[in-house]
């Protein structure tokens, strides 16, 4: 079904940010006006260099290289584009592609994992968001003349290839190895909808894509026909992408009137405001939104739009906190470049963009480090709040900029099962192989499983699964230490059960098995049953809400 609406925009370009909005042919509009000072010397210097540098230097060669440090002295988001990225980088948002599964971004001179895409081939191997991949093929990923072209080329292949990752984790003292085979990509923006409770729907959105509004409804509507009346929209760990499918999204849950979000800049033409129209279809529906500190930009103008009119309670920990507008323009060489053209802002006025400098100081690409140092993921008295800079939402609840999307209710990473045993089987990828073999091992006899249920009653019983696992690992190099894999148990059969799951059954059947343990969806579905919403929640964080949250988990 594709569903069409006509929310309000003042100003069309708020739906064609990182868009391509055409070419522009920078050289005729120079020779239309005088070079100023400063352009007049840019020319000089490199007319000199062409005739006198001792070497006999390809001057286009070197503005290409320039570009991409001039857009990033800028800011953390304009980015120049080559013409030889321009289609792996548009392809993640627009179309299929065959690949390893991960989108990246170059950090201090290395290949940083953004995102590990859902049902991807590095995904299924055990590669995780935060990763750093040093080789590729044995050939280094890493140092300064490294450019994301070098990388694109190197995990980009054709379908069926291997090619075998050397992997740097933060909780592995040794590089990992993973062998990955290169697979189409899986571009679905819902990879997960199913009905999690009595009268409650969840859905995972993963990015904001050309088609991703188009899926959400036609979830939102398969949930609503199974009895679905109030949801929880997962978006943790999703980066963003495309503007406009946010507000789209957004006007679902609001009536006529409310302001989703607005954008300032220099020029007339991003000077935009979108506003609710009033058609949306879940205008009732009890709503909650699960964030984490990867959920950025499209996320966060959803969730803020959410936030800000109280129509629903988000949940989870601080958001990214990214703010600024990029608009892609493609240049005459099919290069592009991603500029920053405006900021934007929720309906409560307040800009979510967390503080940077100009140029590369570095603060800005750890700041998810030091989150993590400062304690941020365990303990909401930890997180650092500009409380000068707090704006109110419509029914007076205080919420703050300058610094991602600080949820409603806290809730902290959950630690429970996390052994030294535990972490050592899942750095070397085991829990993934060992429940690869045992989906292709009874495979014929799972053919017939169509349901998570069934799956589960037909899998060996948990004390066998546990034992075969452990032998497993030990053949593998992990050996056995049962202290530390009984502290475990529940953590490793839910992770083995899901990853068998999603051989046999698919994606939406993982997610939904790791959810039965998850302590934020348990948190979100908990505060639905009970009626829980924006009216009966205390201005700012409900820091009761992170008390003995560990130990909460069902045991299997």
């Known amino acids: 079904m594709n569903r069409k609406k006509n929310i309000a925009l003042v100003l069309l370009p708020l739906l064609m940010c990182l868009g391509i909005v055409g070419g522009v042919f920078i050289g005729r509009y120079i020779t239309r006006r005088t070079l100023s000072a400063e352009e007049e010397k840019l020319r000089t210097i490199l007319g000199i260099i062409k005739t006198d540098y001792v070497d006999r230097i390809d001057v286009d060669s070197l503005i290409e290289q320039s570009l991409p440090d ?185 009536p006529a009137g409310k302001l989703i979000v607005y954008t300032k800049g220099r020029r007339p033409e991003n000077e935009t405001m979108a506003v609710s129209d009033g058609t949306g279809n879940f205008k009732n529906a009890e709503l909650t939104v699960l964030m984490n500190e990867y959920s950025a930009s499209a996320s966060e103008i959803f969730a803020g739009a959410i936030q800000d009119n109280d129509r629903g309670l ?57 989150r993590y140092s400062h304690g941020e993921f365990y303990n909401v008295d930890s997180v650092k709040l500009d409380k000068k800079n707090v704006f109110l939402t419509g029914n007076g609840r205080k919420v703050y900029g300058g610094g991602g999307i600080m949820p409603d209710i806290f809730v902290p990473e959950d630690t429970t099962g996390v052994t030294s045993y535990y972490i050592n089987v899942a750095n070397n990828g085991l829990i993934q192989k060992f429940a690869y073999n045992v989906a292709d091992r009874y495979r014929q006899m799972l053919d017939g499983v169509r349901t998570t249920e069934r799956l589960l009653k037909v899998l060996p019983r948990d004390n066998t699964l546990l034992e075969n696992f452990v032998k497993f690992a030990a053949s593998n190099g992990v050996p056995a230490r049962w202290y530390y894999i009984n502290q475990s148990r529940s953590l490793l059969l839910s992770q083995i059960k899901a990853m068998i799951a999603r051989d046999v059954l698919g994606y939406n059947s993982f997610i939904e098995l790791l959810n039965r343990d998850d302590v934020t969806v348990e948190k979100a579905v908990e505060l639905l049953r009970d009626g829980k919403s924006p009216a009966n929640i205390p201005a700012g964080p409900d820091e009761k809400a992170v008390k003995n949250e560990k130990g909460k988990k069902k045991k299997q």
């Open 70 to 254: 001039l857009l990033a002295s800028l800011d953390p988001h304009s980015a120049y584009i080559p013409a030889s990225e321009l289609t792996a980088v548009n392809e993640d948002l627009e179309g299929s592609f065959s690949g390893v599964g991960v989108s990246f971004q170059i950090l201090n001179d290395t290949v940083n994992v953004l995102e590990v895409i859902s049902g991807g081939p590095a995904e299924k191997v055990g590669i995780l968001q935060g990763d750093r991949i040093i080789k590729a093929d044995g050939i280094s990923l890493t140092g300064p003349e490294m450019t994301s072209d070098s990388v694109f080329k190197t995990l980009r292949g054709k379908k069926g290839t291997k090619v075998a990752l050397d992997i740097v984790r933060r909780t592995s003292k040794k590089p990992l190895k993973f062998d990955v085979i290169r697979g189409d990509i899986p571009v679905n923006s819902v990879d997960c909808s199913y009905m999690i409770g009595e009268g409650i729907g969840y859905l995972r959105v993963s990015k904001f894509a050309r088609n991703t509004y188009n899926e959400f409804f036609n979830a939102l509507e398969e949930l609503k026909a199974k009895g679905a009346r109030k949801f929880v929209v997962d978006l943790r760990g999703n980066s963003g992408g495309f503007m406009d499918q946010a507000i789209y999204m957004a006007n679902e849950f609001l």
């Open 314 to 370: 988000v949940i989870g920990r601080r958001s990214f906190g990214k703010g600024l507008v990029q608009n892609q323009t493609e240049l005459p060489d099919s290069s592009a470049m991603r500029l920053t053209v405006a900021r934007y802002y929720t309906p409560s006025g307040r800009s979510i963009q967390k503080e940077y400098k100009r140029g590369r100081d570095g603060r800005y690409e750890m700041d998810i480090v030091d």
